[in-house]
């Protein structure tokens, strides 16, 4: 990384002065077909025998993590896995249902390397690391290759070769899938991986446990303290390389499709121990998801947006129509995306339809509990195809949606509402998927990713094993074989300090004693988040925003109730001290959205739109990943760009008329 | 709707439990199971009690992580419907409701209703995968899988892993948790090669974990959220004896059980 301090007005006011450095995302040259064969070439490798003697700590053992944890255990690496869940097998990567993307082009309709590198770094509106993106394609080949080997029971044709699907609009047929539930199907594949080598003793797994702090010794990433969650002990562990694969921080709305337990802890504290984060604001929000009936809402459900192949998205004409919709006629409904965009209709990508929904929603013409819905309805279809064969196509996600709203979608619209899916930004990485701090690595979505803007539908799955089988097993090894293994016990001075940080932090927030349960404050975190930093963001919101998290904070460490104690199971210290950072994780949200005026992939300013109300991107100004830097002081923390530079794909304007 | 309910509380695996009585008086019928608890666990904190500990993580029915025998039945009264899934247009106004976590012997309590399911991870360690290195796979259309019976090992491989099995048979046995995982591997030609030794394998470390025996009672079907069928067991107990005439032995150390 080199430093140049360039001393500027921010635009926005903010921060009185903007400190600028460069990253080296250490990228290599050439011709971009050749790159990552060059640069596997080129980066070292540790002797077979040696392997044994460097300690490598995974922390996730979801696609990410199970397949790096499993993969360096293989190669001979002393790996120790961690998972706050009961076992690695549930790691929220299971729960995607659509596919995964690789560029096989088995359908010979023109698929291939560059066109799948092409439609992400397009698709991800020009804010992602061309080298990264095109590595990310040709390794999709692989991740398929190797999942079919391990036994993954994807989709076959009548003669026993693979099935494909077109997903999320793209023009080719090149997603993979198993049934609706493919990521717990690659989750399964990378847990049995790991299973092999837990049982050959190369990977010592620690279920249950969570990372509360990195600790860095020479400023080099050197081990983690845990929270064993079942005993309540802090325990030291020492490495010569961390890898985090935490998944994504969009529970910090309270309300998303993420698990229960996924939380920005792991990342946060690495944040805070020096790692930058790439592009917070870049947030993605899915377009059909099932309504929030009440306060009691502790989870959003996505449903696959394959629904909106054959589904039909409106609402009434008239404000507060609470009629039936069965009883509301043809000409006093609004298919506000076919009126709109009448060369994708239904099926624009996931943020156009998403801020549609919001519009038509703020215009109270919403349907439902609290007029947050819009109708996804089937009737047409099923007129024109028959209710049979519309239940072969989605039967499971209508029983789904019967079964969480108790009606039955074949009869009456479903009712859909957007929801926070997934977080393209990350911890920043280089080329090696390398943070700003040595021999910490970061993969999946916990990484600023290679998704820019905004991430392609059957996309996550990609990243994720890419990472964990193809990536890092690579460019962990090139870092080991330049340092010299061991040498530092848990009895460094780095380990205690930490450790008691800690024990402090877990004694303070059991002494607290407030009125407030913690949930309390998370849902109102959620709430200004949604408000003021969701689908569409302004100035004036975010700087409410911005005085207002401080205070909730504030409020936070002076009235939560946190009850229990600490040595034994205790979910309310879990929740507590992973709400806690989400409530300084929200403010950097906010600061990095509001210093981003332009729109671009799910950060929609609602200052920078073209005439008819579509985002827009200012490439002269914002063509570069914003890393920030923690200085100590939350309000302030210290911008740094990468610029961006696009050899390959010329940045365009989207449009979907 | 009011309900009331009737939970078990144990402050750790060393300490006698008991049932205790709650008033869930603010129950919406949209509310899911878990988010009923949810709002009684608010009430219990503010009134200065410690809330109820129980497991849950994805709440779409599909990470396994939700339990709880509900009025006896493992994950409620709804079929094919884990706990998280079950929403409370399911009970009546004024029901009393009784909640349990696993009961069985291989799944010790950490807490209320919250156990500890690692025999299941040992189980798949023991030989529940294909050894398949990353790096060597040849190209995925090289290796074809009939129609049928990818779809077979599709119905198998949709075991979430919650341990519904084992809490609802009487013997406490994880007989259809192992024989799914060994015929979503034994019906594709990529497990052929381990098939007969994975079971023998797989098989040993569940005995071991003090599972008990399967005497075709059909429960753990019954109650299995994602519907695994019995055949999966019939099919495991053909490998075993096929192993047996092949003279194969366990080739693995056993890992050390948690129970017991």
């Known amino acids: 990384m080199s430093d140049t301090k360039n001393e500027t007005t921010t635009r926005t006011g903010v921060r009185a002065v903007e400190f600028v450095k460069s990253l080296d995302a250490k990228a290599p040259g050439g011709p971009i077909e050749q790159r990552w064969d060059k640069h596997r070439f080129e980066m070292k490798l540790v002797n077979p025998a040696n392997r044994r003697r460097y300690t490598v700590i995974v922390v996730g053992s979801g696609l990410a993590g199970g397949a790096a944890a499993a993969t360096l255990g293989e190669q001979g690496y002393n790996v120790k896995c961690f998972c706050y869940q009961d076992s690695p097998r549930r790691a929220h990567s299971i729960a995607a249902q659509g596919g995964i993307n690789a560029a096989k082009n088995y359908r010979n309709d023109g698929d291939s390397i560059f066109r799948l590198f092409y439609d992400t770094v397009k698709g991800g509106d020009f804010r992602a690391r061309e080298s990264n ?71 010592k797994m620690f279920p249950r446990t969570e990372m509360l702090d990195l600790v860095l010794v020479d400023g080099r990433a050197r081990g983690i303290i845990t929270r064993d ?12 390389a961390v890898v985090l694969a935490t998944g994504g921080y969009g529970n910090v709305f309270y309300l998303s499709t993420n698990a229960k337990g996924c939380n920005t802890t792991a990342i946060w504290r690495a944040h805070r121990r020096g790692a930058f984060f790439g592009n917070p604001c870049f947030t993605q929000i899915h377009p059909t998801c099932i309504p929030v009936t009440g306060d009691h809402q502790s989870k959003l459900t996505l449903m696959s947006e394959s629904l909106r192949n054959d589904g039909r998205i409106w609402v009434p004409r008239k404000k507060g129509d609470t009629r039936d919709p069965r009883q509301i006629p043809e000409n006093e409904r609004d298919y506000y995306l076919e009126e709109r965009y009448p060369a994708f209709g239904n099926l624009v990508p996931r943020d156009v339809a998403s801020r549609n929904a919001k519009q038509v929603c703020d215009e109270g013409r919403g349907v439902g509990p609290g007029g947050l819905g819009v109708y996804l309805d089937f009737a047409d279809a099923i007129k024109r195809l028959g209710k049979q064969k519309i239940a072969e196509r989605y039967g499971n996600l209508f029983d789904m949606y019967q079964q969480i709203t108790g009606e039955n979608p074949y009869e009456v619209p479903m009712r859909i509402y957007p929801a926070i899916h997934y977080t393209m930004g990350g911890l920043w990485v280089d080329y090696n998927l390398m943070s700003t701090i040595p021999g910490l690595f970061v993969a999946g979505e916990a990484n600023f990713s290679d998704h820019g803007a905004n991430r392609l539908g059957a996309s996550a799955l990609m990243q994720g094993l890419a990472d964990g089988y193809f990536v890092l097993p690579y460019t962990v090894a090139n870092f080991l074989a330049q340092v010299k293994p061991g040498g530092l016990s848990t009895d460094h001075a780095a380990f205690g300090e930490a450790e008691a940080e800690i024990n402090d932090r877990v004694k303070r927030l059991l002494s607290i004693n ?44 002076q009235n939560v109730r946190v009850p229990g104690e600490g040595g034994e199971l205790n979910q309310e210290l879990e929740k507590a001290g992973r709400v806690a950072d989400f409530l300084e994780l929200g403010e950097l949200l ?43 002081n939350l309000a302030r923390p210290e911008l740094h760009k990468e610029p961006l530079v696009f050899e390959y794909v010329k940045p365009s304007q989207r449009s979907y008329k | 709707m009011k309900l009331t309910l009737k939970v078990w509380r144990q402050k750790n695996g060393k300490t006698p439990g008991e049932f205790k009585t709650y008033q869930a008086d603010h129950v919406s019928p949209d509310m899911s199971f878990l988010e009923m608890l949810d709002v009684v666990n608010q009430d219990l904190i503010l009134k200065g009690e410690e809330p109820i500990a129980f497991d849950h993580d994805c709440r779409e029915g599909i990470c396994g992580m939700c339990s709880l025998m509900i009025n006896g039945v493992a994950h409620g009264p709804k079929q094919a419907t884990t706990t998280c899934q079950l929403h409370m247009r399911s009970f009546n106004d004024g029901d009393t409701v009784t909640i349990e976590p696993w009961r069985a012997m291989p799944f010790p309590i950490i807490k209320d209703l919250v156990v500890d399911r690692s025999s299941f991870d040992r189980i798949i360690q023991a030989g529940g995968f294909i050894s398949a290195s990353t790096g060597s796979a040849p190209d995925a259309n090289t290796i ?39 015929a979503h591997l034994s019906f594709l030609p990529q497990g052929q090669a381990e098939r007969h030794q994975r079971a023998v394998n797989m098989v040993m470390q569940q005995d071991l974990e003090g599972f008990g025996n399967c005497t075709n009672i059909g429960e753990c079907s019954a109650v299995c959220p994602k519907e695994i069928s019995m055949d999966t067991i019939a099919r495991l107990n053909r490998d075993l004896i096929v192993a047996t005439l092949k003279g194969l032995e366990p080739t693995v150390e056993p890992a050390a059980a948690k129970a017991s």
């Open chain 2, 144 to 182: 074809q899988v009939p129609k049928p019976d990818a779809d077979k090992a599709m119905d198998a491989a949709a075991c979430i892993g919650c341990g519904a099995c084992v809490a609802a048979c009487p013997n406490g046995s994880a007989m259809l948790f192992t024989a799914a995982k060994a």
């Open chain 1, 133 to 203: 993106v095109y590595r990310l394609a040709q390794v999709s080949v692989n991740i398929i290759d190797q999942c079919v080997a391990q036994g993954v029971p994807f989709a076959r044709e009548y003669g026993g070769y693979l099935d494909n699907r077109s997903f999320g609009g793209a023009q080719v047929s090149r997603t993979f899938y198993a049934r609706g539930q493919t990521g717990q199907q690659l989750l399964l594949g990378a847990y049995q991986a790991l299973s092999r080598q837990i049982a050959a003793g190369t990977v």
């Open chain 1, 514 to 557: 407030g009125k407030r349960t913690v949930d309390s404050f998370h849902r109102e975190l959620g709430r200004i988040l949604w408000d003021e930093c969701g689908m569409a963001r302004n100035d004036a919101g975010l700087r409410r925003a911005l005085q207002r998290i401080p205070e909730l904070r504030e409020e936070f460490w």
């Open chain 1, 229 to 240: 969650m079942v005993t309540g002990k802090i325990e030291r562990h020492v490495a010569d």
């Open chain 1, 590 to 632: 906010c600061i990095d959205a509001l210093h981003r005026t332009e729109s671009c992939g799910g950060h929609f300013r609602e200052e920078s739109q073209t005439e008819d109300g579509e985002a827009k991107r200012d490439d002269e100004n914002f063509s570069y990943v914003a890393a920030w830097e923690y200085t100590g």
